[in-house]
């Protein structure tokens, strides 16, 4: 088992014995952030749904982002990831969002980000946020890096959410 799969079945887990749920706004990890947690048996007990929010009409559709939101900071920041995890909570009801935004390679962004460059924000119960810079061109590679440190990221706030109470 891969051990992206093996992190996926951990934070499955905590969700369902705490009774939480999850709903992801990704970007650049293109979906593997949300397949990931649904690869799980029993995944629909907390996974509430998700989108790959890829431009900003797909945000504003899928996650119902506001122009004001969009307007906070550009994509690729953290200010923007925590929109877009804010966004999926409010979006599908769930105790947790996740938010990525980045650039995934073989290129940078338009705003001058390198390649392997992510911002994953966590919010509900709590807010968490982190930046990845792989320093990779790797496509694929960053974004199987960007889905384990949303899952990290995710598993972090659950505990520190959990060890609070």
């Known amino acids: 088992m891969a051990d992206w799969q093996d992190l996926a079945a951990e934070v499955g887990a905590m969700l369902k014995k705490k009774g939480h749920t999850v709903a ?3 970007s650049s990890a293109g979906g593997l952030i949300s397949a990931a947690l649904l690869a799980v048996p029993g995944a629909s007990a907390y996974f509430k749904g998700g989108g790959a ?6 945000k ?16 690729s920041t953290e200010t923007h990831a ?4 804010k966004s ?9 969002g996740i938010g990525e935004t980045g650039a995934a390679g073989p290129t940078g962004n338009r705003y001058g980000d390198g390649p392997g460059h992510c911002c994953i924000g966590v919010a509900g119960l709590l807010e968490c946020v ?21 899952l990290k990221l995710l598993k972090e706030c659950i505990e520190t959410q959990a060890s609070s109470t």
Not at 82 to 85: E, F, G, H, N
């Open 24 to 26: 992801v706004a990704e």
């Open 53 to 58: 929010c890829y431009t900003g009409d797909s």
């Open 60 to 75: 504003q559709i899928l996650m119902g982002i506001s122009l004001e939101d969009m307007a906070k900071e550009r994509a």
């Open 82 to 85: 925590i929109v877009l995890a």
């Open 88 to 96: 999926a909570v409010n979006r599908l009801g769930a105790t947790w």
């Open 130 to 150: 982190v930046t990845i810079e792989t320093g990779s061109g790797d496509r694929a590679e960053n974004m199987l890096a960007f889905t384990d440190a949303a």
